[in-house]
């Protein structure tokens, strides 16, 4: 029992360190491959508790070296757009000028009720006040609305 519990003190700080190394993105925010880093890490660091035997090291070594191959990744992915674009996507209009883009919602696999709570979310409730909507890369939907149907503002009517 001492011996599982002094593993998890080693595991569990190792485990946070080499999360918090890959950024600091809420879970909803990773990307694809953040993601399966990850759960693998949190799959890896199980081991040597499941299995007495196993030597930490044979656990440890693993998770540094996927923090690092992510890291590694991400400052490709900054450097490079196309491997940003093979590995995060691209932004996809879904809406242009109040029409929605079936062939882009179908490719997404984004339904119309996801279209509409992500609307709703931004303070539209007719697609018809939509002049752009975009899926962006994180999944959220950016919504610019028809000039006509955005709230007026001082500067609109120069009260300044």
Excluded at 119 to 125: N, Q
């Amino acid at each position: 029992m001492l011996v599982s519990f002094l593993r998890v003190l080693i595991l569990y700080p190792i485990v946070v360190f080499g999360i918090r190394l890959m950024g600091k993105r809420q879970l909803g925010e990773l990307q694809p491959t953040e993601l399966v880093v990850t759960i693998l890490i949190s799959n890896i660091a199980t081991l040597p508790l499941e299995d007495q035997n196993l030597p930490l090291l044979m656990s440890i070594v693993p998770m540094l070296l996927l923090v690092c191959f992510e890291v590694l990744l991400s400052w490709g992915v900054l450097k490079s757009r196309r491997l940003r674009h093979l590995l995060s996507g691209a932004p996809q209009v879904v809406i242009r000028g109040g029409q929605i883009d079936q062939r882009v919602m179908q490719a997404l696999r984004f339904t119309l009720d996801d279209l509409m709570t992500a609307l709703r979310g931004s303070g539209v409730f007719d697609i018809a006040e939509v002049q752009l909507a975009v899926v962006e890369t994180n999944g959220r939907v950016s919504v610019y609305q028809k000039a006509d149907a955005r709230t007026v503002t001082c500067a609109d009517i120069k009260l300044h």
